[in-house]
């Protein structure tokens, strides 16, 4: 049986509580399991680590809203899978185009670290979401750091220790599915260097290279 996403989900009580009080601090915020972005029918998924306060968690859309969002827009943008680059609300007018994004734990975390039984709680619902894609065998997973990657794994019952997070790193997977790792592109991971605007661009050029292959 599948695990069907809700947005009033409250498994994870110690989110499930700390949404609760960020929604009194931050009447406007969202402050709510935040679902994916995107439709089915893409090529590409790419699954970050969980909302951030005033991103997803404000706006309700994925990387929408932070600072996070700012790079990942701006080179989808440049690399053909969306309409605009600019990422700010749900009403923005921004279309993705053969892509979606996603969370692996979909509620913000305090500190933005999830605990594991979070993190287990909530892949039934990225396991859901990767089964639905209609591009099935053909269908590019990009991990955003690598509890995300891991995520990936979890939500495909495979084995961490056969596929290792690494930047840049292409995993093959049974099922014909392609896993790509990146680092994360928080503020934190841009500003000290550890992911540089063209590391990040690397990786997008490879998969536009891959999913031009695969139209062949
Ligand atoms: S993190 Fe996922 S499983 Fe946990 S409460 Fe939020 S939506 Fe539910």
Do not use: W
Not at 94 to 105: F, K
């Amino acid at each position: 049986m599948q695990d069907k996403f809700s947005i009033n989900c409250s498994k994870c009580l110690r989110l499930a509580k700390f949404l609760n009080e960020v929604k009194i601090n931050y009447p406007s915020y969202h402050a709510k399991p935040v679902p994916g972005f995107g439709d089915t029918s893409s090529k590409l998924l790419i699954i970050g680590l969980a909302p951030g306060m005033h991103g997803a968690n404000q706006t309700g859309r994925p990387f929408t809203g932070d600072f996070a969002g700012i790079l990942l827009y701006k080179t989808l943008y440049k690399y053909g899978f969306s309409n605009h680059e600019g990422s700010v609300s749900l009403n923005d007018g921004l279309q993705l185009i053969g892509c979606s994004i996603t969370n692996a734990v979909k509620c913000l975390p305090p500190l933005n670290r999830p605990e594991p039984n979070e993190i287990r709680n909530c892949n039934g619902y990225l396991s859901t979401e990767i089964k639905n894609f209609k591009a099935g065998g053909g269908l590019i997973l990009l991990a955003l750091g690598a509890v995300a990657h891991r995520s990936v794994l979890m939500a495909l019952g495979l084995r961490p220790k056969d596929y290792p997070f690494g930047h840049g790193l292409i995993h093959k997977l049974p099922s014909k599915l392609t896993l790509y790792d990146s680092y994360h592109c928080s503020r934190y991971n841009t500003q000290t260097k550890r992911l540089t605007i063209d590391m990040f661009e690397q990786v997008f050029k490879q998969i536009n290279i891959d999913l031009s292959l695969t139209k062949k």
